[in-house]
C-alpha cells in the first residue's frame, strides 16, 4: 500500500525513472506541463518540503524543471541545496579520474560525459555494445579509484564516478534535517542502483519509500512506470495534503 502524503510529510523524489520517462540521452527527458504543475502544488502544500534526489548536477534539475526551484540535492549527494537556496557542494574528483572518463569518450563512439565536477558520469544508452568495455576499463583502473577514494557505479546504461562515503542517502540524512524537512515523515520515491543508499537509511529516519518498476527492499509500493508515479502525484495534489 502506498503510504499516505499528510501536510506533514516530506517528501523526497528521484526524477529520471521514476518523475521522467528515460530518454535515448539526458538532456532529451521532457517534463510534462501536468507533472509541474503537481510538483508545484505540492510544495506549497507541503511548506516547502519537497526536495529532488538526483544523478544530475542541480544546474541541470533546474533547467529541467524551471521555473521551479525546490529544495534538491545533485549529483548523488555532491551538491545540497536547502529551502533557502544555500547550497553545499563537495570537492570536484581528481584529474587523474577525470582524465580515464575524458579518455573513454573520447574513444569509443556513442558514450556521453557528463561531468558533474564532484561526479562523473558515462552514458552508454547509444552504445550499448560498449559497457564490457567500460567494465573492464573499470577494473583496469580500480587500484587507482581505490587510492584516490572514488567509488564506480553502474546505473541504468550509464558508469559513475564519485567520491566514497558521498550518496543519496548520506545527503537525504543531511537535508532531512534542515527547515523545513526536519520533524516531518519522510517519503522517498526512487528507481536505480543509486536509490538504495536513501532506502538503507530510511528506517534510521523513521521515513518510508516506493519505488519504480521493481521492488526495492523497503519499498512499501511499487510502481510500474513514472506515468503511474506522475498519476499518483496528481491525484495527491488535487486532494490536497493537509
Ligand atoms: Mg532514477
Redesign the pocket.
Known amino acids: 500500500m502506498m503510504p499516505p502524503v499528510s501536510g506533514n510529510t516530506a517528501l523526497f523524489l ?5 518523475l521522467l520517462d528515460l530518454a535515448r540521452t539526458p538532456d532529451r527527458v521532457k517534463v510534462p506541463r501536468d507533472l509541474l504543475r503537481s510538483l508545484e502544488r505540492l510544495s506549497q502544500q507541503l511548506s516547502g518540503a519537497l526536495a529532488f534526489v538526483s544523478g544530475r548536477s542541480l544546474a541541470s534539475i533546474d533547467h529541467l524543471f524551471a521555473p521551479f526551484r525546490p529544495a534538491a540535492i545533485g549529483a548523488h549527494g555532491g551538491e545540497i541545496r536547502g529551502l533557502d537556496g544555500a547550497i553545499a557542494r563537495i570537492q570536484p574528483l581528481p584529474d587523474s579520474v577525470r582524465d580515464i572518463f575524458v579518455g573513454l569518450a573520447a574513444n569509443i563512439p556513442g558514450l556521453l560525459l557528463e561531468d558533474k565536477k564532484c561526479a562523473l558520469a558515462l552514458h552508454y544508452r547509444l552504445a550499448p555494445e560498449a559497457q564490457p568495455v567500460l567494465a573492464t576499463a573499470m577494473e583496469k583502473h580500480a587500484r587507482l579509484f581505490e587510492a584516490e577514494k572514488v567509488q564506480i557505479l553502474e546505473g541504468k546504461a550509464v558508469i559513475e564516478a564519485r567520491p566514497i562515503g558521498v550518496d543519496k542517502g548520506t545527503a537525504v540524512a543531511a537535508l532531512a534535517k534542515q527547515k523545513p524537512f526536519a520533524g516531518r515523515a519522510i517519503l522517498f520515491g ?3 542502483t543509486t ?1 538504495l543508499d536513501v532506502f538503507r537509511i530510511l528506517p534510521r529516519l523513521g521515513g518510508r519509500g516506493f519505488s519504480v518498476g521493481k521492488h526495492f527492499a523497503g519499498a512499501e509500493h511499487v510502481f510500474e512506470s513514472p506515468r503511474a508515479v506522475r498519476a499518483w502525484l496528481s491525484r495527491t495534489a488535487e486532494a490536497g495534503a493537509s
Open positions: 528521484d526524477i529520471d525513472g521514476t526512487g528507481d536505480d536509490d
